[in-house]
């Protein structure tokens, strides 16, 4: 019986899924959110990767990820990808093998995304308290997929 109260979808629709470059949100939390995201990469780009917070049509975060931070040798004629811990701020790189993603945790050091991965913006955001159709992210580059995971915060 809360339910309706608290704001809670029962289903979510196009709600925190990627599509055509974007990812519609929905916070009707008391406050701000942290969030995680995975962003799968097109094949071997090393183009840089864009990704903006709006809210009511506005940009209110923008970030510029340079894609060659992480280029290695190893890591040549792999799908790479990037996890986003929005709470600490830290980038982290994956591998995407056969659509699934490769991620060690438990060795995030070897992993972990130095600032110079950083062309532009600032990676400690939180998604707004926002209505359906108020926030979304849109990204830029060679992205081929994004999974975001956040909880709704009530007071």
Request: glycine share 8%.
């Amino acid at each position: 019986e809360w339910a309706p109260t608290s704001g809670l979808l029962e289903e979510k629709g196009e709600i925190d899924t990627y599509s055509n470059d974007t990812i519609k949100l929905y916070n009707p939390g008391d406050v701000k959110t942290n969030f995680d995201m995975y962003i799968d990469i097109d094949s071997t780009s090393t183009a840089d990767v864009e990704i903006d917070l709006h809210k009511n049509g506005s940009p209110i975060s923008q970030l510029t990820l340079d894609m060659n931070a992480i280029s290695k040798p190893q890591l040549e004629n792999l799908q790479l990808g990037i996890y986003w811990e929005s709470k600490t701020g830290l980038l982290y790189w994956y591998k995407v093998i056969d659509g699934k993603r490769v991620f060690d945790f438990g060795d995030r050091l070897n992993y972990r995304l130095g600032n110079d991965a950083i062309k532009n913006g600032e990676t400690l955001i939180k998604i707004p308290t926002c209505d359906i159709g108020e926030c979304h992210f849109e990204f830029g580059g060679p992205v081929s997929n994004v999974e975001i995971n956040y909880n709704y915060l009530y007071f």
